[in-house]
């Protein structure tokens, strides 16, 4: 039984190579005790080859024309033959039976070959996008293509999410990277930001009012979420919304239920609600500035887009980006970017995130002229101060930091560089053990330093 698993694995696994799976049939057939004979033919343009054979002492070569009671597999061609072995069963019902099962067996395998070889040839042909790519994204960072794997796999899902980040991470991006994976892509996608209009008329711009429902309201109108109606809602600033405001918002996410100002009955509605902020909602909820069941609500899934700062490896590949989104925007070209002035883009901070840098590269482009290179004295004048330097002599050394004078003997120095490493080293670890280990001495040779150092022990 182990021999035929494994016989029947084998046989799968070299379809790719018809001879071989054929010698693997041959032995499986056989050892079956299904077959009478069995023959492994090569078929030319011009002559039929006999590869093998099982089950008899010498090939039954009358199975070159399989008569009407074999069972034959076609194991597809090779080296402008097609390979094929014929089988004559016993003469028993169970060894057909057999036969025609592992006859399935192989007819399976040559068809996942050849889906794996056509997916392979498509693949060469047209190269299937990167996960970024397909979300629309530039990133290269771990943690940016993890974030990414999630977002995928959330987006085919219809529960809420929670995307959270700095200002100008890209929070509306990934929003919409969501919508347009999900099944909802061909159906709208709102933005809406909670900031955009007063408190006070939150209420209305989301949900709707009716005709005469207030003073000014001189038509219907259906609100942001039923303008979404099948597709996604993106709320930016989700944490700005009053707390009168809450309660509509969170009965919506439990019920789909809208109720438009001066309507007497509430409205289904079917969208998905994504939600943004850079505030700290916990902190808000502990403050009693938001409520927790909302939050419990918007919290069903927890995107978090982590700073530019703490992603420095894709700002290459995002100047690359936004230089060419810029050359097309002011139809300019052969502009790039100097290495000392990519060193002030790389070593900031970036306070604003990729929105900040987004709109540096756009400044300087455009005022630039075509076949520029830009240099430091090209970028606004707050980027290109972080990079003042100030000389060594002009400033107090820093706490791991020890000047030595050049003017004085070799020894000398030497000796000023031991004792204050050594000093240093007992003083943060306490003990010999421990500051031999991280200066990389032996406890006796720290010993012996400090003896001709004179340290004392204290």
Same mark, same amino acid.
């Given at each position: 039984?182990?021999?035929?698993?494994? #016989?029947?694995?084998? *046989?799968?696994? +070299?379809?790719?190579?018809?001879?071989?799976? %054929?010698? /693997? &049939? =041959?032995?499986? $057939?056989?050892?079956?005790?299904?077959?009478?004979?069995?023959?492994?033919?090569?078929?030319?343009?011009?002559?039929?080859?006999?590869?093998?054979?099982?089950?008899?002492?010498?090939?039954?070569?009358?199975?070159?024309?399989?008569?009407?009671?074999?069972?034959?597999?076609?194991?597809?061609?090779?080296?402008?033959?097609?390979?094929?072995?014929?089988?004559?069963?016993?003469?028993?019902?169970?060894?057909?039976?057999?036969?025609?099962?592992?006859?399935?067996?192989?007819?399976?395998?040559?068809?996942?070959?050849?889906?794996?070889?056509?997916?392979?040839?498509?693949?060469?042909?047209?190269?299937?996008?990167?996960?970024?790519?397909?979300?629309?994204?530039?990133?290269?960072?771990?943690?940016?293509?993890?974030?990414?794997?999630?977002?995928?796999?959330? #987006?085919?899902?219809? *529960?809420?999410? +929670?995307?959270?980040?700095?200002?100008?991470? %890209?929070? /509306? &991006? =990934?929003?919409? $990277?969501?919508?347009?994976?999900?099944?909802?892509?061909?159906?709208?996608?709102?933005?809406?930001?909670?900031?955009?209009?007063?408190?006070?008329?939150?209420?209305?711009?989301?949900?709707?009012?009716?005709?005469?429902?207030?003073?000014?309201?001189?038509?219907?109108?259906?609100?942001?979420?039923?303008?979404?109606?099948?597709?996604?809602?993106?709320?930016?600033?989700?944490?700005?919304?009053?707390?009168?405001?809450?309660?509509?918002?969170?009965?919506?996410?439990?019920?789909?239920?809208?109720?438009?100002?001066?309507?007497?009955?509430?409205?289904?509605?079917?969208?998905?609600?994504?939600?943004?902020?850079?505030?700290?909602?916990?902190?808000?909820?502990?403050?009693?500035?938001?409520?927790?069941?909302?939050?419990?609500?918007?919290?069903?899934?927890?995107?978090?887009?982590?700073?530019?700062?703490?992603?420095?490896?894709?700002?290459?590949?995002?100047?690359?980006?936004?230089?060419?989104?810029?050359?097309?925007?002011?139809?300019?070209?052969?502009?790039?970017?100097?290495?000392?002035?990519?060193?002030?883009?790389?070593?900031?901070?970036?306070?604003?995130?990729?929105?900040?840098?987004?709109?540096?590269?756009?400044?300087?482009?455009?005022?630039?002229?075509?076949?520029?290179?830009?240099?430091?004295?090209?970028?606004?004048?707050?980027?290109?101060?972080?990079?003042?330097?100030?000389?060594?002599?002009?400033?107090?050394?820093?706490?791991?930091?020890?000047?030595?004078?050049?003017?004085?003997?070799?020894?000398?120095?030497?000796?000023?560089?031991?004792?204050?490493?050594?000093?240093?080293?007992?003083?943060?670890?306490?003990?010999?053990?421990?500051?031999?280990?991280?200066?990389?001495?032996?406890?006796?040779?720290?010993?012996?330093?400090?003896?001709?150092?004179?340290?004392?022990?204290?």
């Amino acid at each position: 039984m182990a021999s035929a698993v494994r #016989a029947s694995a084998a *046989i799968v696994d +070299l379809t790719s190579r018809p001879a071989l799976a %054929g010698y /693997e &049939l =041959l032995s499986l $057939a056989a050892a079956s005790g299904a077959a009478a004979s069995a023959v492994m033919f090569a078929r030319g343009a011009d002559r039929i080859e006999t590869l093998g054979w099982a089950g008899s002492e010498a090939p039954d070569l009358s199975l070159r024309q399989p008569p009407d009671d074999c069972v034959t597999f076609a194991l597809g061609p090779e080296r402008d033959r097609e390979i094929s072995v014929v089988v004559r069963p016993r003469n028993q019902q169970s060894a057909r039976t057999t036969l025609l099962a592992l006859q399935r067996l192989v007819i399976n395998g040559l068809t996942l070959h050849r889906a794996a070889l056509a997916e392979s040839e498509k693949s060469a042909i047209w190269p299937e996008p990167l996960p970024e790519q397909q979300l629309g994204l530039v990133c290269v960072a771990e943690s940016m293509l993890e974030l990414l794997r999630v977002t995928r796999r959330v #987006a085919a899902s219809h *529960i809420t999410v +929670l995307v959270t980040g700095e200002t100008g991470t %890209g929070k /509306e &991006l =990934l929003a919409r $990277a969501i919508h347009n994976c999900s099944p909802r892509a061909k159906k709208p996608f709102i933005p809406f930001n909670c900031t955009a209009v007063p408190r006070e008329m939150l209420d209305s711009q989301l949900f709707g009012y009716k005709r005469g429902a207030f003073t000014g309201a001189l038509d219907n109108f259906p609100g942001v979420i039923r303008g979404a109606a099948g597709g996604t809602l993106f709320l930016d600033e989700i944490g700005e919304i009053g707390m009168d405001v809450q309660p509509k918002l969170l009965r919506f996410l439990e019920s789909s239920d809208v109720h438009p100002l001066g309507e007497s009955a509430p409205v289904n509605v079917d969208v998905r609600i994504v939600a943004a902020t850079n505030a700290n909602l916990d902190k808000m909820v502990a403050q009693g500035k938001f409520r927790d069941d909302l939050y419990y609500r918007l919290n069903v899934v927890k995107l978090t887009i982590p700073p530019l700062r703490e992603r420095r490896e894709e700002i290459p590949l995002l100047l690359d980006h936004f230089l060419e989104r810029s050359m097309k925007e002011n139809s300019k070209s052969g502009i790039r970017i100097g290495e000392t002035a990519a060193e002030f883009l790389l070593l900031y901070d970036w306070p604003g995130n990729v929105r900040e840098l987004a709109n540096e590269v756009r400044r300087a482009v455009a005022l630039a002229e075509s076949g520029a290179v830009l240099m430091p004295e090209h970028l606004s004048a707050k980027l290109a101060a972080s990079r003042r330097t100030v000389p060594v002599g002009q400033r107090p050394p820093a706490p791991t930091e020890l000047l030595v004078r050049r003017d004085q003997p070799l020894t000398a120095a030497v000796e000023h560089v031991e004792r204050a490493l050594i000093q240093d080293a007992l003083r943060i670890h306490g003990n010999v053990e421990d500051a031999a280990r991280a200066l990389g001495l032996s406890r006796k040779g720290l010993y012996l330093k400090r003896q001709r150092l004179r340290i004392d022990d204290d």
